[in-house]
């Protein structure tokens, strides 16, 4: 007799709940969006600072002139008296974004103009104050990045399969890492580092209520898909929203996109933390199940495309998806879902760069895209090795014996073309953003570069100044 009552009161709790965290979520992106717009409300609609207004210029000229006139416009009145040539000397991603909105208000302005004067519009938003607000728009957007990245990282895991297969109970601990057929390592690695990691998750477990940390870290919500859908699984909602709310606060993310500040960086948050969830994304699940992986692989590559068309931090993006593809195989995580999302992700985003002007063969030839270059070719032949073991039901002693022989070989043959191809010059040095984490920078004479920021050393009162107290967390 209970039995309806208790359906009703079910659903109306998950629908509660839902709207709960809709109206969290709408409040963040919304204070996100409005906090940014101080600058423009104290001084009007109005660009600030010399890198936005070249931009600004850029943008006119690309709205005026086309694409193609753009791609080849050479700007007289920059670094007078020497010039520049704009088209292939900036990442042009910004400029068409700013002009793609531009056109977009327009179309809508005169194809509804009826139902955009309801509103009170009369006109569409002119192209300098539709550069004014870019920052603050693409700010709420890298704010919701961030969360479903948070979200992402905390929905749960799903490796039961290949924990099985290595012999565990489908717990990510369980996972046979590489390190474990290392001498020495291994014996360190089975007799400390797993009975740690075994305790640390026993005491999530305690603490999260769940017996089965491993493939979840709690028990998912029922939602109006049925219970056993993990998309509304709490505490992942609740860490997306939180992390949400820091980004959408948190000055160093303010100062790179306030409203005025039409700057790459503030378009950069937006691409980057979108290629981040989306690669994080197709990893979710099942790792024999390739086709959601691919899907969302393939993504994860055009965002990093729009990514490198945005900023030269591209460089930072490629190598950080490049070192989490390579740990996850050092750590046992290797599966076809990881396989084919890195080679969808590498080979996408690596062909679209190239066509970007400024970037042209730079990640076939800058030694600091070597690392994920070498990923992709690495995962291939551990794809390859994991395909024939399985086919031949190697032991594990056989399966060591195939990989030492494939990287092996490959390996003479990497050195080898290495030999052939360096005397030529064909590898690019290092850039002055990878080199400037390492070596301390030294004067050049030249003040465009010594007053690059990036190139000066950090000090501790800036860690306080541009993360607040997220720097206690961070």
């Keep these: 007799k209970l039995r309806p009552v208790l359906s009703v009161l079910k659903f109306a709790y998950v629908v509660a709940w839902a709207a ?64 520049r040539p704009v088209g292939t000397t900036i990442y042009p991603g910004m400029q068409v974004t700013s002009v793609f909105i531009k056109r977009s208000f327009d179309w809508i302005v005169a194809n509804f103009s009826s139902v955009v004067a309801s509103y009170g519009i009369k006109k569409g938003m002119s192209l300098n104050d539709v550069c004014c607000f870019v920052p603050a728009w693409f700010g709420s957007v890298a704010t919701l990045f961030t969360g479903l990245m948070a979200y992402e990282a905390t929905v749960g895991v799903s490796g039961a399969k290949v924990g099985e297969e290595a012999g565990g109970k489908g717990s990510p601990q369980a996972f046979r890492c590489l390190l474990s057929g290392v001498p020495l390592l291994g014996y360190v690695y089975a007799k ?60 160093a993310h303010i100062m790179r996109s306030v409203g005025g500040g039409y700057d790459n960086e503030s378009v950069a948050m937006s691409a980057m933390t979108a290629t981040f969830w989306l690669w994080m994304r197709s990893l979710r699940g099942d790792g024999d199940n390739t086709q959601s992986g691919m899907a969302w692989g393939a993504m994860a590559g055009i965002a990093y495309f729009y990514m490198a068309a945005v900023w030269g931090g591209y460089v ?14 050092l750590f046992g995580r290797h599966s076809s879902k990881l396989h084919r999302s890195y080679t969808l992700f590498y080979l996408i985003g690596t062909a679209l760069a190239t066509s970007v002007p400024v970037v042209g063969w730079t990640p076939l030839k800058s030694l600091e895209q070597m690392g994920p270059m070498a990923v992709f070719f690495g995962i291939q032949l551990v794809e390859y090795c994991e395909v024939k073991r399985k086919k031949e039901k190697l032991s594990f002693k056989e399966a060591w014996k195939l990989r030492i022989k494939v990287f092996g070989a490959a390996g003479l043959v990497a050195v080898a073309l290495a030999a052939v191809i360096w005397p030529t010059g064909y590898f690019g040095p290092i850039s002055a953003r990878v080199r ?29 100044q541009y993360l607040s107290d997220v720097v206690y967390i961070a």
Excluded at 204 to 214: K, P, Q, T, W, Y
Excluded at 317 to 327: E, R, S, W
Excluded at 436 to 464: I, M, R, W
Aim: charge should be neutral.
């Design 20 to 83: 709960l965290a809709l109206h969290v979520a709408y409040r963040v992106l919304w204070e996100a969006y409005e906090i940014r717009l101080y600058a423009i409300r104290e001084y009007g609609r109005v660009i600030h600072e010399f890198d936005p207004y070249f931009n600004l210029r850029a943008t006119e000229y690309l709205y005026h002139n086309g694409w193609g006139r753009f791609a080849h416009w050479f700007d007289y009145k920059v670094w007078y008296p020497l010039g």
């Design 192 to 251: 400390a580092i797993v009975p740690t990691v075994n305790v640390v998750m026993k005491s999530l477990d305690s603490v999260f209520g769940s017996n089965n940390l491993g493939i979840d870290t709690r028990k998912p919500l029922p939602t109006l898909f049925g219970s056993s859908a993990t998309s509304g699984s709490s505490p992942a909602v609740e860490c997306g929203l939180f992390a949400a709310a820091i980004m959408s606060i948190v000055p």
């Design 316 to 329: 930072f993006v490629i190598n950080l998806v490049g070192v989490h593809c390579a740990l996850l195989i």
């Design 436 to 464: 400037g984490l390492f070596v301390k920078h030294t004067k050049t004479g030249n003040p465009l570069v010594d007053s690059v920021a990036e190139h000066q050393p950090a000090s501790a009162q800036a860690y306080t």
